[in-house]
């Protein structure tokens, strides 16, 4: 509770929040919004933001509103980035406790796994997947995940051997604690704090992947994305630019609340560690 | 004279450093008696902490044997030896470290009981309270979490989880280093206080000759791994053998006090 | 006689604390005196050492006057007051080696050059008594242990050659044989230079091995101060005689055992 007063109480948390509550309450209630499918043609081709205030963002070159696509693309974009970045966190922390705790072998082999997987880059690995998988909203999100599940394995298996040799996981097995209660009581509530302060750099680079993926037109083609909307925009790129501009906007608004959330939290918890 | 509670036989260990094996505990010996106090002094890197972690079955010795109560310790192995940690506990020399940073009061002092089943669910907030009370703290921070309290309250919660289960042996490892001197002398009594009651024998750790002096009846000094003299505490510090034991002796600071000096 | 260093009605307040840190402090201290401040944690000692370096965090009310007279200028940390922490790992740079270190605060502080401060930390090291000066000056912190560590620390805190050396419980993260040694050092260092020493303690016992005056703090204050042989023969606080007390009782057994007899 008190963290999450000194979260607001940061500059940069009291931002983020502001940024991305507006954003998940545009996304939830997208349909409110505009009931009306966003790639249905709302108006005539091209036209200009600020010159219809029924379509006060403009179309594009198919005559499909702009602030739609916007509204809903920040659903497709939350949405992909929040899967990805819940996956690889539970992926990555599992496999990272199992190594950490089973040891010998088992962590040979899935450290290996690790490192094999972080030889590749990340937006490759993605590309690569959903170019053989075929391009769905599900498989982006397992795609993103596959690119970023190596990080939080990394530290899940650092904190929890470093915690097994403290004092108190020692104290816990004087009183005669199972292992498995010292597992999930003693060890793993303090190892996953650090883990989950990886979660605001991963979704981060969950909505840019995204984004670009979509930009090279491997998103899902039934939603409309920030991407997809930049790649189209694109080919009028001269008489239109607003087409890829405001969906960058929205694209780096949303990175930018990610970050700042990211940061107020690292500041709310660390103040909460200088207490002691 | 009353049988061994603990018994040490041989009990070596070694750890690789840099790929070369270093030991850290050289085939020591040593007795415990019921409701006796034997301290183990020596020199940091002496093999005193190894050796309190192996009693306590934390670390693995690589021979030796170890007898508690006349049961092989160093056999015991899972159930049977969670069964027979109620009767051995331990109290660590960092009180912060020693806690679960989350963990409160309460849970501290619930676990062991709720362990082994040594009060029901509704009776264990009244058995906390008792306990608190009885290391001389109130009742009223049980609620309250382990890095909100002071040092010293901290020593005496880490006490009261070392005797919930009524053990035979406490292993006190620098468990009063981390005391202001004030603190310190309380703490002690406590720990007096408790071994009349509950008929405890302490091995307590420590580097201070001083500070074991007046609450030992043996003292073991341990330097370089090895068990070098143990004798009556009064006589070790008015007539050191080893080098080690004049060495410590000889580094207790004087109270200066101007008056005739020895 | 002017002395070396004056406090005058030192308070000082951190942020957000109910009651002060310290609450009007003063004292003098003479060239080659050797102040002891005994107290236990949260008595304000270390907050003290800090306000007399100004090392306190911003934002840190502070008030009351510490002068120098004598110095003819604001003293320098490093050059004019030397500092020893209680933990001599976090004090040292775990990435550079011991005789740079040392070296370092030599040429910021004494005009010198590099080799002429190397020579110097070569020889600082000898004279903090550590075997083989010039191989331990290529040392890493890490290589050593943790009494050599302090030693280390110490010729550091020397190397400039300051007037007042501030020792902020130098042995409590040591064992007491490196302690014994490691008091024994410092009380040679500052007779040698003519230093000053501040020697912060929660060991009355060991503080009198050392110090001509102790001042007792408790709670902020400064509840006591005077000669040595005073404070621990007729101490006026009975926190005084607490502290005394249970520092006496440990060296109890062996009185009796000798014969001595104690009440």
């Known amino acids: 509770m008190n963290t999450l007063r000194r979260f607001f109480a940061t500059p940069e948390g009291a931002a983020g929040a502001a940024i991305l509550g507006m954003l998940v309450l545009i996304a939830l209630f997208a349909p409110l919004l505009f009931p009306q499918d966003p790639l249905s043609i ?51 922390a599992t496999v990272g406790t199992i190594a950490s705790f089973a040891g010998g072998l088992v962590d040979e082999a899935l450290m290996r796994l690790v490192d094999a997987f972080q030889t590749v880059p990340g937006f490759l690995l993605a590309l690569a997947f959903v170019s053989i998988v075929g391009p769905s909203l599900a498989v982006v999100v397992v795609a993103i995940a596959l690119s970023a599940w190596t990080g939080p394995a990394r530290i899940a298996r650092a904190e929890v051997l470093s915690i097994r040799e403290r004092d108190y996981v020692a ?52 939603r409309v994305t920030w991407g997809g909307m930049i790649a189209e925009g694109r080919t ?13 906007i929205a694209l780096v608004l949303a990175v930018l609340g990610v970050y700042l959330a990211g940061e107020g939290i690292v500041e709310a918890t660390a103040a909460r560690r200088g207490y002691t | 004279m009353s049988a061994a509670l603990l018994e040490l036989r041989g009990v070596s260990k070694s750890f690789l450093r840099a790929g070369q094996p270093v030991s850290a505990v050289d085939s020591v010996s040593l007795d ?168 405890l024998s302490y091995l307590f750790i420590s580097h201070d000759l001083a500070l074991v002096s007046s609450f030992a009846e043996r003292i073991a000094i341990m330097d370089a791994g090895r068990i070098v003299e143990t004798g009556p505490a009064a006589k070790v510090i008015a007539d050191p053998q080893s080098a080690t034991a004049k060495a410590l002796v000889a580094a207790i600071p004087k109270l200066k006090t101007g008056a005739v000096q020895p | 006689m002017t002395p070396r260093l004056s406090i005058q009605d030192i308070s000082v307040r951190y942020v957000g604390a109910a009651v002060p840190a310290l609450d009007r402090v003063s004292f003098d201290l003479a060239a080659g005196e050797r102040l002891a401040v005994i107290g236990e944690s949260g008595s304000g000692k270390s907050t003290l050492a800090l306000a007399v370096v100004g090392l306190l965090p911003s934002r840190t009310v502070v008030s009351g006057s510490t002068d120098w007279p004598g110095l003819g200028h604001p003293p320098v940390n490093g050059r004019d007051i030397g500092f020893v922490f209680q933990d ?52 890493f912190p890490h290589q050593l242990s943790g009494g050599q560590r302090q030693r280390v620390a110490i010729a550091a805190a ?28 410092i009380d040679r260092l500052v007779k040698e230079d003519g230093m000053s020493l501040i020697f912060i303690s929660h060991d009355i016992a060991l503080a009198s091995t050392i110090a001509d005056r102790i001042a007792v703090f408790r709670a902020g204050r400064m509840v006591e101060i005077g000669k040595t042989e005073d404070v621990v023969a007729v101490p006026r606080e009975a926190y005084t005689r607490t502290l005394i007390e249970a520092a006496v009782i440990p060296l109890a057994t062996s009185a009796d055992h000798a014969g001595g007899g104690q009440s």
Request: aromatic share 4%; hydrophobic share 50%; net charge neutral.
């Open chain 1, 42 to 92: 709302a108006g005539p081709p091209l036209l200009h933001p600020f010159t219809d205030w029924s379509l006060p963002l403009g179309t594009d070159r198919l005559g499909r509103d702009v602030l739609a696509g916007i509204v809903h693309g920040a659903r497709t974009s939350l949405a992909v980035a929040l899967a990805a970045a819940l996956a690889s966190i539970v992926v990555g």
């Open chain 1, 171 to 222: 104290a816990a097995r004087v009183i005669g604690m199972r292992p498995s209660e010292i597992a999930f009581r003693e060890i793993l509530p303090n190892a996953l704090p650090p883990v989950l302060a990886l979660s605001a750099i991963i979704v981060a680079s969950a909505i840019l992947i995204e984004a670009a993926l979509s930009f090279l037109g491997l998103g899902d083609p039934n």
């Open chain 1, 236 to 248: 009028v790129l001269r008489s239109a630019p607003y087409l890829s501009i405001i969906p960058g």
């Open chain 2, 32 to 199: 415990l008696g019921c409701g006796e106090t034997l301290a183990l002094v020596g020199p940091s890197g002496s093999g005193k902490s190894t050796l309190a972690r192996i009693v306590m079955r934390l670390v693995e010795p690589d021979s030796g044997e170890i007898r508690f109560d006349g049961v092989d310790l160093a056999a015991a192995q899972g159930e049977a030896l969670r069964k027979l940690r109620r009767r051995f506990q331990m109290v660590f020399q960092d009180p912060l470290a020693a806690f679960n940073p989350r963990a409160t009061v309460a849970r501290v002092l619930d676990d062991p009981l709720r362990i082994h089943r040594l009060a029901g669910r509704d009776e264990r907030p009244s058995a906390i309270a008792a306990l608190l009370e009885r290391v001389g703290l109130d009742r009223s921070l049980a609620g309250r979490r382990i890095h909100e309290i002071s040092g010293g309250q901290r020593q005496r919660i880490a006490i009261a989880r070392a005797i919930v289960t009524k053990p035979d042996l406490v292993v006190l490892d620098e468990a009063l280093s981390a005391l202001d001197v004030t603190v310190r002398s309380a703490v002690l009594k406590l720990l007096r206080d408790l071994q009349c009651e509950q008929q």
């Open chain 3, 88 to 139: 001599p790992g976090a004090s040292l740079d775990p990435v550079m080696r011991v005789g740079r270190q040392i070296a370092e605060v030599a040429y910021t502080h004494l005009g010198i050059g590099w080799q002429a401060a190397h020579a110097t930390a070569i020889e600082l090291i000898g004279r903090v008594r550590l075997p083989e000066p010039a191989r331990i000056a290529e040392a």
């Open chain 3, 158 to 185: 020397i190397a400039a050659r300051p007037k007042l050396l501030i020792a902020d419980e130098p042995t409590s993260a040591l064992d007491t044989i490196v302690q014994a040694e490691i008091v024994s050092l």
